[in-house]
T-cell receptor, first 114, second 115 residues
Framework: DAGVIQSPRHEVTEMGQEVTLRCKPI?????LFWYRQTMMRGLELLIY????????DSGMPEDRFSAKMPNASFSTLKIQPSEPRDSAVYFC????????????FGPGTRLTVL | AQSVSQHNHHVILSEAASLELGCNYS??????LFWYVQYPGQHLQLLLK??????LVKGIKGFEAEFIKSKFSFNLRKPSVQWSDTAEYFC?????????????FGSGTQLTVLP
């Protein structure tokens, strides 16, 4: 299996622009997680899905952030409008059996908002 | 809220030295424990995990960790580090959140191994 796939790997945008990050989980994994990694706050869980349904979005920082999972093999994390403080590495992870199971991480998207 | 503490932010060792990275957590109930590693420019990879049973867990690349429930600790060890072990190491604890569980990560420890 190719593992968790994320795109783009790097994104540089200007403040106010819309940013869309993409993730393809490992085939057969029913759980998908979005994390954000910053120097100040470390790794934070933003949201996770089970069978394409958002289960816990309490980590989403504010309304500018939204995430969708239209099918079992694709998820997006959108930031609109983006701000410089959103600059971070965003990781997607998937797991087979849920929040008690091992999570497999993608390579991350490094987002820079100027 | 549950917390995971990694007190060593940056550890520098010479090759062949022994390694121990500390991890403490604040939840008193049943936990699942993980150590992940992030090599430079790469994604997080699982080193080892503890769910139940023998509290001494062996992982990949010669790493092991010991779960000490009374100390709320899950320290990572390796008897002899190599230059290729240079990476950032994250402890993570799976604790209840509502009806589900959530993985909470420590702040990470950057390990630099000098050749």
């Amino acid at each position: 299996d190719a593992g968790v796939i994320q795109s783009p790997r790097h994104e540089v945008t200007e403040m106010g622009q819309e940013v869309t990050l993409r993730c393809k989980p490992i085939s057969g994994h029913d759980y998908l997680f979005w994390y954000r990694q910053t120097m100040m706050r470390g790794l934070e869980l933003l949201i996770y899905f089970n069978n394409n349904v958002p289960i816990d979005d309490s980590g989403m920082p504010e309304d500018r952030f939204s995430a969708k999972m239209p099918n079992a093999s694709f998820s997006t994390l959108k930031i609109q409008p983006s701000e410089p403080r959103d600059s971070a590495v965003y990781f997607c992870a998937s797991s087979l059996r849920g929040t008690t199971d091992t999570q497999y991480f993608g390579p991350g998207t490094r987002l820079t908002v100027l | 809220a549950q917390s995971v503490s990694q007190h060593n932010h940056h550890v520098i060792l010479s090759e062949a030295a022994s390694l121990e990275l500390g991890c403490n957590y604040s939840y008193g109930g049943t936990v699942n424990l993980f150590w992940y590693v992030q090599y430079p420019g790469q994604h997080l990879q699982l080193l080892l995990k503890y769910f139940s049973g023998d509290p001494l867990v062996k992982g990949i690349k010669g790493f092991e960790a010991e779960f000490i429930k009374s100390k709320f600790s899950f320290n990572l060890r390796k008897p002899s580090v190599q230059w290729s072990d240079t990476a950032e190491y994250f402890c993570a604890v799976n604790t209840p959140k509502g009806s589900a569980r959530q993985l909470t990560f420590g702040s990470g420890t950057q390990l630099t191994v000098l050749p």
